[in-house]
């Protein structure tokens, strides 16, 4: 059964960084698009950012460009997203998604998702 298990948020200063993961089993991220994706309270899911299968292209949100890093360890079966520079308006709960085409970094492009992770940025 694919399952993905979001790690690594939590409460962090402005200013502060966080790596979430993205951690799949019963299946190999090998040939999946990955996307990051976070809802703040209130608001719509929205796209973070996206990996494709090769790891060859990216899709950023124009508020974390420069900010945010995506990465994938396939050895691992793991995907990453770096976050530096954090902002208040960061704080969301923040989902990892996987896809076969996965050919946009939108919410309706992804089939699989996990539970998420609190990211709470505040001082």
């Known amino acids: 059964q694919l399952q993905l298990v979001e790690s690594g948020g939590g409460l962090v200063q402005p200013g502060g960084s966080l790596r979430l993961s993205c951690a799949a089993s019963?299946?190999?991220?090998?040939?999946?698009?990955i996307g990051w994706f976070r809802q703040a309270p209130g608001k719509e899911r929205e796209g973070v950012s996206c990996?494709?299968?090769?790891?060859?292209?990216?899709n950023w949100a124009d508020s974390v460009k420069d900010r945010f890093t995506i990465s994938r360890d396939n050895a691992k079966n793991t995907v990453y997203l770096q976050m530096n520079s954090l902002k208040p308006e960061d704080t969301a709960v923040y989902y990892c998604a996987a896809d076969p085409q996965g050919s946009s970094c939108t919410v309706g492009d992804f089939g699989s998702w996990g539970r998420g992770t609190q990211v709470t940025v505040s001082s």
């Open positions: 019963g299946f190999t991220l090998d040939y999946y698009a």
């Open positions: 990996i494709s299968s090769s790891g060859g292209s990216t």
